[in-house]
């Protein structure tokens, strides 16, 4: 309940502009000053800071914000958050379990499950949050040295699925049940449960609604990738990694040659037509590892217009699926994805919607 008259939506905004601004002095005295007026520290954790920090990525999107920028805002939220944690009114016992709270191996967005560890504190959980990029090794080692009721394990993108995979089987082994959350997991959690996770939930508030429900230990141990998953038999995903490398340095070769305007990109703009196209590549392995076509195509069309804001060269992108399909032409799954992926591509360039903004040229998908 908001104290008094006052909206929570206007502290919002407040705390929005300090964000954007970088300025961490006002961030964390908007989020102190909402506490002290007896604004519930979940409201402001959920209400206040997570808003700003989405409108953080769209904005990033946009090519509004530098990725300098958005780590710097980032970071002022993460200091928000401590912020919040530290206040009085934050200060709540643990009566009803513990859980371990963990980003998957090569994960590096944890504000998302900091929000959760700390929402989880507020609704008297112990927590024990690893932070980002936790090794599975690491993971297990901190499970039988302190004996979780359950796993919330984050996963912000789908390129870290596998290792996520490696994650939750090996956390049912060793008799915790895990509780997924993040994009990474796709819409409704569909990859959490081909994945074996035993529960997922796609908000801060749902995780903690989840575990207060009671989530039952491993019955029995997980299968295998191989046998939750067996169209890895074919092992098209380790193929495709294996060449990542070599296929977007082909790209980047010829790409003068074959797209004069790709010479007048800057440094820094070739820098990120490289990390866009490595993505692409990490994105196809992830497809074929879920084995969703989809997925591909769906990141293939995001990342065209994420290259179009920026003004970089988007036919570099048609060209590196124009090299996949020639390098993957035997490999059946592969080939089927990177067809819909280049025909989806080729219908957003030559969309009447995109074809005047900047950045697209007149490259095609071919």
Request: aromatic fraction near 6%.
């Amino acid at each position: 309940m908001s104290p008094g008259a006052e909206p929570l939506g206007s502290r919002a905004e407040s705390f929005w502009a300090a964000l954007e601004n970088a300025d961490e002095h006002s961030a964390v005295a908007q989020v102190n000053e909402a506490l002290d007026r007896g604004f519930a520290p979940e409201d402001v954790l959920l209400e206040v800071i997570a808003p700003a920090q989405r409108r953080v990525g769209v904005r990033w999107a946009e090519n509004r914000l530098t990725v300098a920028q958005e780590h710097a805002a980032t970071a002022v939220s993460d200091r928000a958050v401590t912020a919040v944690a530290a206040h009085p009114a934050a200060r709540v016992p643990a009566r009803l379990g513990r859980v371990t709270v963990a980003c998957a191996d090569g994960e590096w967005h944890t504000l998302p499950a900091r929000l959760v560890a700390e929402v989880l504190r507020l609704r008297g959980w112990h927590v024990d949050f690893l932070g980002a990029h936790v090794s599975t090794r690491h993971l297990v080692s901190h499970l039988h040295s302190t004996g979780p009721d359950a796993v919330a394990l984050s996963c912000s993108l789908p390129v870290r699925l596998p290792v996520a995979h490696a994650a939750v089987t090996a956390c049912r082994a060793a008799g915790v049940p895990v509780l997924a959350g993040g994009a990474g997991f796709g819409p409704g959690g569909r990859y959490a449960r081909l994945l074996g996770a035993d529960a997922w939930a796609g908000s801060a508030r749902g995780a903690a609604e989840r575990l207060a429900a009671g989530i039952a230990p491993p019955s029995a141990l997980p299968p295998t990738a191989e046998e939750a998953l067996p169209h890895l038999a074919d092992r098209e995903h380790a193929l495709v990694e294996e060449a990542s490398r070599r296929l977007v340095d082909e790209v980047m070769a010829v790409l003068p040659e074959r797209f004069p305007r790709s010479r007048e990109c800057t440094g820094r703009q070739r820098e990120y037509t490289v990390e866009d196209l490595h993505r692409v590549v990490e994105y196809l392995v992830a497809a074929l590892y879920v084995d969703d076509p989809g997925l591909f195509e769906g990141f293939t069309v995001w990342t065209g217009r994420i290259m179009a804001a920026r003004n970089l060269p988007v036919q570099a992108l048609s060209a590196v699926l124009e090299t996949m399909a020639g390098t993957f032409r035997e490999l059946p799954r592969a080939s089927a994805y990177i067809a819909a992926a280049r025909a989806a591509l080729g219908r957003e360039l030559h969309s009447p919607s995109t074809e005047s903004t900047p950045g697209r040229g007149n490259g095609s998908a071919g």
